[in-house]
């Protein structure tokens, strides 16, 4: 439902819509991502004691538990977790304004310019989680 108003509220609610999907779109990436890294960990983990049971060659043993420690490695380097979590939680907040604005509840039900608000709140989120980004690649 897109509101009805002037071309900047036209342009606030696209970029909010454009906001919602991208963040949508790649917490589902990290998660997936999350996912596979840590099955494959889990997968490799459990049949380590297998492989050295069946008196396997040392170096498939050896393989196996460096490729834990690469998969374990690309995880902390890519924070496929962190940004799954911090992503969904953006995409949400946007998602909360969305339905403020729309029902005129919260924050909106006073306000004098609901669209110059839908904007601020928009961009505010959006500065946050630009923040926390930048927190995370640098730690």
Request: aromatic letters at 10%.
């Amino acid at each position: 439902m897109q509101p009805r108003g002037a071309r900047s509220a036209e342009v606030t609610w696209e970029r909010l819509q454009d906001q919602m999907t991208w963040f949508d779109r790649k917490s589902s990436h990290a998660q997936r991502r999350f996912k596979q890294l840590k099955l494959s960990t889990l997968l490799l983990a459990a049949g380590l004691p297998v492989v050295v049971a069946a008196s396997a060659p040392t170096w498939i043993a050896a393989l196996m538990g460096a490729m834990i420690a690469v998969i374990e490695g690309a995880q902390q380097l890519f924070k496929f977790q962190e940004n799954w979590i911090n992503y969904r939680s953006s995409c949400e907040n946007l998602r909360r304004e969305q339905y403020l604005y729309v029902a005129r509840a919260g924050h909106y039900a006073q306000a004098a310019d609901v669209d110059v608000l839908l904007a601020e709140s928009i961009e505010r989120i959006l500065s946050n989680e630009t923040t926390h980004w930048a927190e995370r690649e640098t730690a």
